[in-house]
Antibody
Framework: EVQLLESGGGLVQPGGSLRLSCTASGFTFNSYAMNWVRQTPGKGLEWVSVIYSGGSVTYYADSVKGRFTISRDNSWKTLYLQMNSLRAEDTAVYYC??????????????WGQGTLVTVSS | QSALTQPPSASGSPGQSVTISCTGTSSDVGGYNYVSWYQQHPGKAPKLMIYEVSKRPSGVPDRFSGSKSGNTASLTVSGLQADDEAHYYCSSYAGSNIVFGGGTKLTVL
């Protein structure tokens, strides 16, 4: 059974940093690109970032580019999101999401339960 | 990276069909056959219902179908059931990023 378990969310002041983790099980983690998607309270979904299976290729949404860094440790089957220079508008539930196929990353068939990040003074 | 446009709400009676639209541009919906649809119940993570415009993951009822014409994709839910009441989000690959729609609240009357 595929499982994705996020952790690391919490309350942080504007300008602060936080690192999210997503521990995967039930599939060949090192064969899949992995994504972060966030959802602001009561609002819609926003794709944040993707990292390819080997870790060498990453893409980011314009809204987080230069502030967030996605990484992975295939040995530990763990995905990370380092978030720096946090802003109030980064407040959201952050999900890690597994793509449907190994060969693409455009649709997500498994999602974690999400971890809440609140940026407030 | 502009969001795709969805109607904020849609509704139908049990047994009826309802179609939700998702409008983008030639840089996303119109440019790739990588449109997905997600169902989200309150307090739950999104669930993939349709991928690559019209493919259904295993376990998704065939009452759910997807299509695309030009820059607009559509999700049709036929034979509406009470449990179909949820938010529905479309997404599209847009060349090194993914864009989502703002979501549609489907109400089963």
């Amino acid at each position: 059974e595929v499982q994705l378990l996020e952790s690391g969310g919490g309350l942080v002041q504007p300008g602060g940093s936080l690192r999210l983790s997503c521990t995967a099980s039930g599939f060949t983690f090192n064969s899949y690109a992995m994504n972060w998607v966030r959802q602001t309270p009561g609002k819609g979904l926003e794709w944040v970032s993707v990292i390819y299976s080997g870790g060498s290729v990453t893409y980011y949404a314009d809204s987080v580019k230069g502030r967030f860094t996605i990484s992975r440790d295939n040995s530990w089957k763990t995905l990370y999101l380092q978030m720096n220079s946090l802003r109030a508008e980064d407040t959201a539930v952050y999900y890690c999401a597994k793509p449907t196929y190994m060969s693409s990353w455009y649709s997500f068939d498994y999602w974690g339960q999400g971890t809440l990040v609140t940026v407030s003074s | 990276q502009s969001a795709l446009t969805q109607p904020p709400s849609a509704s139908g009676s049990p047994g009826q069909s309802v179609t939700i639209s998702c409008t983008g541009t030639s840089s996303d919906v119109g440019g790739y056959n990588y449109v997905s649809w997600y169902q989200q119940h309150p307090g739950k993570a999104p669930k993939l219902m349709i991928y690559e415009v019209s493919k259904r993951p295993s376990g998704v009822p065939d009452r759910f179908s997807g299509s695309k014409s030009g820059n607009t994709a559509s999700l049709t839910v036929s034979g509406l059931q009470a449990d179909d009441e949820a938010h529905y989000y479309c997404s599209s690959y847009a060349g090194s990023n993914i864009v989502f729609g703002g979501g549609t609240k489907l109400t089963v009357l």
